[in-house]
């Protein structure tokens, strides 16, 4: 089993359409979350940690839900430019180094 | 300025040569990681530093060294450049366990 597992995509929305990228992780010990977002070829840029009680910014809202090992990211009334690959991430306490990166969910808003 | 540099932003280099990519930060952080990231396939840790004295090898380390000059510096070689290693590196730098990392821009590298 993959250890972080995101929907393959891709992803075409309307401007203003609601959209939701899921995530699931396999390591049980897993202590930090996060969204991050990639420009096609640019780098991975910070979007939101998760936390447990969930948390929003703006149109972003993320949700974790660690008895199904479940994350979730909601964009409301998307724009064009968000437009972009959404790469789950998972850091296991104790790993050392690791930041589990998923392989990412690619979205186009279309006008 | 980037907090994060990375230099070559692209590179072509031909089977069996020897490159460096390099690295440089200014945000003081000790961990810094090299990913490679390949179509389909995600960022793979190649190796990463807590320290100056401190090297890792991380999951695809084979046909890679590193250097750590400085806390600020972490250089990536290719002893002899193969086709599959074409792909786009990243460098990034972590504050601490459990907190989220920063990147480079990349290096886009070529391998003929």
């Known amino acids: 089993r993959k250890e972080v597992e995101q929907d393959p995509g891709p992803f075409n929305v309307p401007e203003g359409a609601t959209v939701a990228f899921n995530c699931t992780y396999s390591n049980s010990a897993s202590q930090s979350f996060f969204w991050y977002r990639q420009d096609c070829r640019k780098e991975p840029k910070l979007l939101m940690s998760v936390y447990s009680s969930g948390n929003e910014d703006g149109r972003f809202t993320a949700q974790l839900n660690r008895a199904s090992q479940y994350i979730s990211l909601l964009i409301r009334d998307s724009k064009l430019s968000d437009s972009a690959t959404y790469l789950c991430?998972?850091?296991?306490?104790?790993?050392?180094?690791?930041?589990?990166f998923g392989k990412g969910t690619l979205l186009t808003v279309n006008p | 300025d980037a907090d994060v540099t990375q230099t070559p932003r692209n590179r072509i280099t031909k089977t069996g040569k020897r490159i460096m990519l390099e690295c440089s930060q200014t945000?003081?952080?000790?961990?810094m990681y090299w990913y490679r990231q390949d179509p389909g396939l995600g960022l793979r840790l190649i190796y990463y530093?807590?320290?100056?004295?401190?090297?890792n090898k991380g999951e695809i380390s084979d046909g890679y060294s590193v250097s750590r000059q400085a806390q600020a510096k972490f250089s990536l070689s290719l002893e002899s450049a193969i086709p599959n290693q074409t792909a786009l590196y990243f460098c990034a730098t972590m504050v601490k366990e459990g907190e989220t990392q920063y990147f480079g821009p990349g290096t886009r590298l070529l391998v003929l």
């Open positions: 945000k003081g952080h000790d961990r």
């Open positions: 991430v998972v850091n296991d306490v104790g790993s050392n180094y690791k930041l589990t």
């Open positions: 530093s807590f320290d100056v004295k401190d090297i």
